[in-house]
């Protein structure tokens, strides 16, 4: 599986931003997607996640109500939809997808897309 993701910027506080991935490859596989996100020196972590029906999705606190995950199973595509962005968010954001199987799975990452939000 290969993630590629778009959409990445710079934008005002309180402004918004679409960030896209395009999954291509064996995605038959894949049994959810998620984004993470990462700043120096911390570690990468879950911004929100959904499953491969998109029937159901997670939030970090951070951003709950903020952020909308959504995906295009026709398109293999998924989105995160970022809205009344705060200069925290400034982050290096990571389209993931899970593969593989219950007992071995597979983590497929993306180049990773720079998202920095201005005061």
Do not use: H
């Not at 993701?5 to 596989?29: I, K, N």
């Not at 491969?52 to 951003?63: I, K, M």
């Not at 909308?68 to 982050?91: C, F, G, H, V, W």
Request: net charge positive; hydrophobic share 30%; with cysteine.
């Amino acid at each position: 599986v290969q993630l590629v993701e778009s959409g990445g910027g710079l934008v005002q506080a309180g402004g918004s931003l679409r960030l896209s991935c395009a999954a291509s490859g064996s995605t038959f596989s894949i049994k959810r997607m998620g984004w993470y996100r990462q700043t120096p020196g911390n570690q990468r972590e879950l911004v929100a996640s959904i499953t491969s029906g998109g029937g159901t999705t997670n939030y970090s606190d951070s951003v709950k109500g903020r952020f909308t995950i959504s995906r295009d199973n026709a398109q293999n595509t998924m989105y995160l939809q970022m809205n009344s962005l705060k200069p925290e968010d400034t982050a290096v954001y990571y389209c993931n997808a899970v593969g593989g199987y219950l007992l071995a799975p597979i983590d497929y990452w993306g180049q990773g897309t720079q998202v920095t939000v201005s005061s």
